[in-house]
């Protein structure tokens, strides 16, 4: 019965309730700190509904358009997570734009409703409408500002995503007309019964997935489709930038892998197929990402590119998803553990750079000579963060880092873990610059940097995860084989 | 003659070309959101159109360009505000003079 599913949405609806009641409180409250909270409530909710939701048979509702299964209410909380440090971490950014505050916070919460309802679908015409649910959302985040940078982000992020979302389309109405139906399990059978050969005897299958590839490549940032993201990043609010590296990223992995591994995966030879364009891609994007990094003077734009190299790195568990072709999931929850630490790595440092960059009025990293006697909480946070990103113990990047790449040489992919690696040495340098102009630097003066107590409750929030997912990661490594176990079946 | 589902795929393929021509050579942002439309309408010929010859007892394709339609006008809406911001700014709508921000 239709009407008792909607119970499975609750999340979603708790959240679009508050992104409405936020938008109407916009109009009769003075003191707008009081969106935030509510915002921030509003996330709470909707992650204690998703917990109930945990645990259950995996179903399908809604006419087999969303599945509710342990993968999607993983990456449930994930974004909720994400959305509800952003929330905290914007505290000391939203004065900004102080007359906007209550869309800000709608908006937020509505992208979050999208890339929410996004892991969750299993239907390509439910794909494309929770993609473009986050990522219109994410177009107005980005010129917020309303400045000349500001505004040539949201731009350029528009006109780029338009263009990407049409290819996708195209992919989407070529398997649409290959299969005969939208559904991504029933795509599954058509597609084993159609390719007994691999994917070069089926050109139109061929052109359906290097399309599809293609569009949700943009969301992830893999090469050749990475060029938006250094200048989106620039441009864009930083609280926005932390939301785009890492709830969008997630959600374009959350949709590669349930659209591959479901709809693509039933036949081995095909899902090699893809597994190998994967790791084509996974090598140029991680190669490329940290390269160019390596002469960034800006942090914003330096992590733009150190998050195109770690969707290199995410990459290599999509490649072991197809290798394996379903033998086992080590490659989706060597991913999984991944996104997890990515997230709370690169939130934490997102947000003490939105803090140093208020004080400095810029985002140069050359300006941030001596801030480990400016800030000296924000300092070591960011350093240990950074850390983190390049993969040093005892930190979660290193546990996230051996897992994925642990998997892809189970499977016989011990070339691209060698670049991988290599690629992982390269990173050290511009990391470490940072972290070396913090702390040898020397400050242009010596006045405090200021933060909220809800930022630095974010920070701490972050650094705290981020140990706790490198000391004993054991219990967050069963949770994402958990939710890879069912992932789609 | 008549007119089968090659016919359509053909004119699909052709009108996402011209499309996809337009984006790169454009270098009005207004004509280039013109030309994202036309992508897009080219997507929905193919769906429509293959929905009409591969299953034709059932909706799914007219139904997915239907929704196509709906979010490719909250896209230009969107778009079109951020043009007008940008515009305001600058006093230009040419995609050459953004350039702010590179490498």
């Given at each position: 019965?239709?009407?008792d599913e909607?119970?499975?949405l ?33 996330v ?7 917990m ?6 995996p ?12 993968f ?77 940078k ?41 597609v084993t019964?159609?390719t ?8 139109a299958?061929?052109v359906?997935?290097?399309l599809?590839?293609?569009g949700?490549?943009f ?14 990043y ?12 890492v ?17 693509f995966g ?6 090699t ?55 086992d ?25 939105i ?6 009025g ?15 909480v ?18 979660a990047g ?19 873990v ?19 102009v913090?702390?040898?630097g ?5 006045e ?14 972050c ?6 997912l ?9 949770l994402a ?9 | ?10 004119l699909?393929?052709?009108?996402f070309?011209?499309g ?15 030309c ?9 010929v193919?769906?429509?159109?293959l ?12 139904i997915?360009a239907?929704?196509?339609?709906l979010?490719?006008?909250a896209?230009?809406?969107?778009g079109?505000?951020?043009v ?6 600058r ?13």
């Amino acid at each position: 019965m239709l009407l008792d599913e909607i119970r499975f949405l609750a999340p979603e609806l708790a959240l679009l309730a508050t992104a409405l009641a936020v938008v109407l409180l916009d109009l009769f409250v003075k003191r707008k700190k009081v969106l935030a909270g509510v915002s921030f409530l509003g996330v709470l909710l909707a992650a204690g509904l998703s917990m109930m939701l945990w645990g259950g048979e995996p179903i399908s509702v809604f006419y087999d358009v969303l599945w509710i299964d342990p993968f999607a209410v993983f990456f449930k909380f994930l974004f909720l997570a994400a959305a509800g440090l952003v929330v905290l971490c914007s505290q000391d950014y939203v004065s900004k734009f102080e007359k906007f505050q209550g869309e800000y916070y709608a908006l937020v919460l509505i992208a979050t409703v999208g890339v929410m309802l996004l892991a969750a679908t299993a239907d390509l015409i439910a794909v494309y409408v929770a993609l473009e649910l986050s990522s219109i959302s994410l177009y107005a985040l980005a010129a917020f500002l309303k400045d000349e940078k500001s505004t040539e982000a949201g731009l350029k992020y528009l006109l780029l995503g338009a263009i990407a979302s049409a290819v996708l389309l195209y992919g989407m109405a070529l398997t649409f007309g290959l299969t005969g139906t939208t559904k991504l399990a029933s795509i599954a059978q058509t597609v084993t019964a159609l390719t007994t050969s691999g994917l070069a005897q089926n050109p139109a299958l061929l052109v359906a997935i290097v399309l599809l590839v293609a569009g949700f490549g943009f969301k992830i940032a893999s090469f050749p489709f990475h060029m938006w993201v250094p200048d989106v990043y620039e441009g864009a609010p930083t609280p926005i930038t932390a939301y785009l590296s890492v709830a969008s990223k997630a959600a374009g992995f959350a949709i590669i892998l349930r659209v591959f591994s479901v709809a693509f995966g039933s036949s081995a030879l095909l899902s090699t197929n893809w597994g190998i364009l994967f790791a084509v891609l996974s090598a140029l994007t991680m190669t490329i990402g940290n390269v160019i990094a390596l002469w960034q003077r800006n942090i914003k734009r330096l992590l733009g590119y150190s998050s195109i190299a770690q969707a290199g790195y995410l990459m290599v568990g999509l490649a072991t998803v197809g290798i394996a072709a379903g033998i086992d999931k080590l490659g989706q929850s060597g991913l999984l553990f991944f996104l997890v630490s990515y997230t709370v790595t690169n939130l934490g440092a997102f947000s003490a750079v939105i803090a140093i960059s208020n004080k400095v009025g810029s985002d140069l990293i050359d300006d941030y000579a001596g801030m480990g006697k400016r800030a000296p909480v924000l300092a070591p946070a960011l350093t240990f963060c950074l850390v983190s990103l390049i993969g040093l113990p005892p930190t979660a990047g290193l546990i996230a880092k051996v897992y994925i790449f642990s998997a892809a040489v189970q499977h016989g992919l011990l070339g691209l873990v060698i670049v991988a690696v290599i690629n992982t040495c390269i990173s050290a340098y511009y990391y470490l610059k940072v972290v070396k102009v913090m702390w040898l630097g020397a400050p242009v003066s010596l006045e405090r940097v200021p933060s909220s107590w809800a930022l630095r409750a974010a920070v701490l929030v972050c650094c705290l995860l981020v140990l706790v997912l490198g000391i004993v990661p054991s219990s967050f490594i069963r949770l994402a084989e958990l939710a890879a176990w069912t992932l789609g079946f | 003659m008549t007119v089968g589902l090659v016919h359509y795929l053909l004119l699909s393929g052709v009108l996402f070309s011209i499309g996809l021509y337009g984006v790169l050579a454009k270098r009005n942002v207004v004509v280039i959101l013109m030309c994202v439309e036309i992508m897009l309408n080219a997507t929905n010929v193919a769906l429509v159109a293959l929905s009409r010859y591969v299953v034709p007892a059932l909706l799914t394709g007219q139904i997915f360009a239907v929704f196509v339609i709906l979010v490719a006008a909250a896209e230009v809406a969107v778009g079109i505000a951020i043009v007008f911001a940008i515009y305001r700014k600058r006093q230009s709508v040419n995609i050459n003079d953004f350039d702010l921000m590179k490498w």
